[in-house]
């Protein structure tokens, strides 16, 4: 299993910047940004008429309002200027509302309490402070939906890939050991104390009050033995045979003595797969409940109006409130949510998965430091004989001495020869010589261009005529030593035939020196080549060991998935159920592409990209547009997730 972690996991030490990211992205918080520039709009022009109005007044000389009045509404308005303020209306950014703190909030629903409004204005003033706290709230419940939502699949990622490879799932099973065990231990000790309760009678415990010590003492041990001994055998048939349907069948039926060993031998060898396709089968369920009830809540969003989120709120929170304004149950409510973790289905902890290896460091690290630095020379030595100097051999031999015999063949006459250039021309007027010399001392009749013409064309009949009839009395030649001589001819005769050939390979290799050159030299420029491609192709983006293209390809793939479901269901009319949480798992996987593809898009299609994304939750267009836009999205993206 690999170090880093499966699946694309949002950072949960610092989720502000994808909680950013979502807020900036998705139907949702586009709506209610809308919503937020509608209500600063009328609120500076709101302010501004009161403001005038004000003024008019003041020309006019009118009464004041009574003193308790007055007070009134100087304490609403001075928590109407400090949520003007908190909010930032003059320079609105949806990033900063959506970091505001719930506790912040919280104060300004406390010091609202036992403020009455007492005039339309000040009515008018208390409704703009509860519709910026609904759209605060709305805003950062339906991020926290869409962010946990996404933790939760990048959960489920993790357990999916645990779960579909037996080597992970041993890894699993050896990271989880110790707790288990301590688990297990203690689930043990319980048994053991119930099967105690129930078969340590009192008549027993005055038993033994009339035994001696020892006797005492041995009965106990006997009786927790066998306690713990029916313990552990429940355990055991809780393991190996309810939850193996072949054993329990086996114990049921009349099957051999070898056929039950063996199926229970097989039941033991796989119980930790069983133990952890258990563990795995669980926490996959309860995940996929939970992004089954998120999304169900994202879609109530999706589908409300926007300027009156509460009762979507007390909906999504569970809160029975029938009240029109927001109450510290709401903030409190979503305060909670925020801080949900869903820590029973996330990763183990990081000392839970490196325990081993951290104790192997622990144990001997220490020692093995001592040795490496004892024989620290010999390491060094080691790592040069067989690092540093095969590959400086590698450059020196293969690299840069075939390059620079190539140069030296371009820039220079210098030719491989395998003979000097006078050696074949000597052997050759020598044999000339011989033959002629022996035919004018033996009275053949011949001349020097004849004999040069003959052994040009490798023709010594001259000779070899005399030399058949010679050898027919070897003995009577020999002596005289025309034998001998014929004898030598044709040994020179063989060293100028060798010469002629050693000439025409030579001839070979000059013809192809520049050619041996190039293939001299080409395979370490081959193997060069192939290391340089290695490490400059463009290879799949990872991030936590999963490949983001593939991971986008996915999502583009689920949103067509789900359009397609959608444009089903509304020819049909059926299954409503399923239906109301297609538009909230729609809004899940934009989101979800958004956030892997923000590294493989690039910036300068960056707007548009998420622009065409926003446009398949855009709720004036129809299901066919929407799988049009998708197409779209193909034909114009498709090339950067390939």
Sequence with gaps: MSIISFGLIPDGRRPKKIINLISNNNRIALAIKA???????????????????????????QKPDTPEKHSQNEKLQEIFKDLYVLIDCENFKLDKVANINSEKLQTFINRLQGVESQSRVDETIHDLIQQYI???????????????????????????????????????????????????????????NEILAQNFHQSQIADLEHRQWTQQYWLKLQIYSTALGKSLLQAVDLLFVQANPVVTLLQKSDASTWSSIKWYVSSIVKSPITIINKEIKLKLKTIKKEIQLNTQNIDLFVKSDVSNLLPVLNRVLNIEDTTTTVNNTVINGVAAFGNKDYASTSSPSFLTRYWLPISLIVFYAPSQSRNIYLNRYEILHWIQFNGIEPI?????????????EMLNILRSNDEITLTSK????????????????????????????????????????LVMSR????????????????????????????????????????????????????????????????????????????????????????????????????????????????????????????????????????????????????????????????????????????????
């Design 134 to 192: 609904n759209l605060i709230l709305g805003l950062h419940l339906s991020n926290s939906l869409i962010y946990k939502t996404l933790v939760l699949k990048s959960q489920q990622v993790y357990w999916e890939t645990i779960y579909s490879s037996t080597f992970n799932k041993l890894v699993y099973f050896v990271q989880t050991l110790p707790i288990e065990l301590y688990y297990f231990g203690i689930d043990m000790a319980e048994r053991t």
């Design 422 to 461: 006078d050696s074949l021309k000597s052997d050759v007027e020598s044999l000339e010589r011989m033959v002629y010399e022996f035919a004018e001392d033996n009275r053949i009749t011949t001349s020097p261009d004849l004999v040069k013409q003959d052994i040009k064309n490798g023709d010594l009949k």
């Design 35 to 61: 919503e937020f520039e509608r209500l600063n709009s009328f609120t500076k022009s709101y302010l501004a008429t009161q403001y005038e109005q004000q003024q008019q007044q003041q020309q006019q000389q």
């Design 467 to 642: 030399y058949e009839n010679e050898i027919r009395q070897p003995i009577k030649y020999i002596i005289s030593g025309s034998l001998l001589r014929l004898i030598l001819i044709q040994v020179q005769k063989g060293k100028v035939d060798g010469a002629v050939a050693l000439s025409g390979i030579d001839k070979l290799l000059k013809s192809q020196q520049l050619v041996f050159g190039i293939v001299s030299m080409s395979p370490s420029l081959i193997i060069l080549y192939q290391v340089y491609k290695y490490f400059t192709s463009a290879k799949p983006l990872l991030v936590n060991g999963k490949q983001l293209s593939i991971i986008c390809l996915k999502c583009l793939n689920n949103i067509e998935s789900l359009l397609i479901s959608l444009s089903r269901k509304n020819v049909r009319n059926g299954d409503d159920n399923n239906a109301n949480t297609n538009e909230g798992e729609l809004l899940i996987e934009i989101i979800d592409l958004i956030l892997c593809s923000e590294r493989l898009i690039p910036k300068e299609l960056h707007q548009d990209w998420i622009h065409d994304l926003n446009e398949l939750n855009n709720s004036e267009y129809d299901i066919e547009t929407k799988l049009k836009v998708v197409q779209r999205i193909w034909n114009m993206y498709g090339n950067y997730f390939k």
């Design 392 to 404: 400086k051999g590698f450059f020196v031999n293969w690299v840069i001495k075939p390059i620079n």
